[in-house]
């Protein structure tokens, strides 16, 4: 049995863990977030084998979260745009792991806003009034990408932004 | 060579990805979310092989992710507080999918607050006075629970929380 191509699916969810589903890719983020660009202090800081390393780049280099430039005589690898966009599910993977898995010494590190000095975190959802949202408050609609099953599924005919039938 | 075990390395992201890193994880909470609880239920609507999604489940729930209750003459799988609390991370994947790996036609599903309609988004980091925070503004340092390693490579030779030297 093949396994399964998370990428072909429709839904973003599964299309994103094509991308970050193998494990190294958020560490690998983890350090580019703290700095680091190029392959040595990757595997240094990472302790990965360098065969992985290298493989674990070129995917994220071929699903466009990094680019690798020239950089004097050796190569560095240098978030793009959507790269740098995975800001915000690090910091949420990163405070639930923090919250959840630390030992009983506490989180390793701390995440502050050198502006400021205040811890960096990733918010939970709110609604305009301030109030939270939790699962329990959401309902899926069909969108725009919808195809058949998911409108049958999620309880309306068409999707939202199409025409109406007569 | 073994297989890196993520959960025995200290990094919270890396304990979350011995988690969340199969990439199953995520499509089981994205079911959860929408209110799947019976093992039929998330087999049908995941087309995923029951013999994996036994696996899945099972560790979810050796993670604290689902309790597994009796329910009439089966189980159900009901989210505990811990898998409740990965719902912000579930929202910035799902929300970094649909801007980056959509279709040209947009996404499949939309995420409404059922109270308001409006749409249901993971927030970005932002500073008290709302300006957002990226990659560049932020610093590392030692948290409680730091090893040497950590100290020397963030720049501080205490964990902030420890009492100083003489």
């Known amino acids: 049995m093949q396994p399964t191509d998370f990428g072909a699916m429709r839904c973003p ?7 970050l589903g193998e494990r190294w890719s958020l560490l690998i983020l983890r350090e580019a977030f ?7 202090g990757f595997a240094t800081n990472l302790g990965i084998a360098p065969n992985i390393l290298s493989a674990r780049l070129t995917h994220l280099v ?5 680019d690798r430039v020239r950089d004097g005589s050796r190569h ?31 989180p390793p590190t701390l995440m502050i806003d050198r502006a400021t000095g205040a811890p960096v975190t990733a918010p939970p959802p709110r609604r305009a009034d301030g109030t939270p ?3 329990e408050d959401v ?12 409108r049958r599924r999620f309880g309306t005919t068409e999707p939202l932004e199409a025409e109406p039938h007569e």
């Open 13 to 19: 969810v599964a299309r994103a863990m094509a991308v």
């Open 34 to 40: 703290a700095g680091t660009t190029r392959f040595d």
């Open 62 to 66: 071929e699903h466009g979260l990094f």
């Open 76 to 106: 560095a690898y240098r978030l793009t745009d959507r790269g740098r966009d995975a800001f915000t599910l690090y910091l949420a993977i990163r405070d639930w792991g923090a919250r959840h898995f630390s030992g009983d010494e506490g």
């Open 133 to 135: 949202i939790g699962p």
């Open 139 to 150: 309902r899926i609609l069909p969108g725009p990408g919808a195809n058949a099953a998911i």
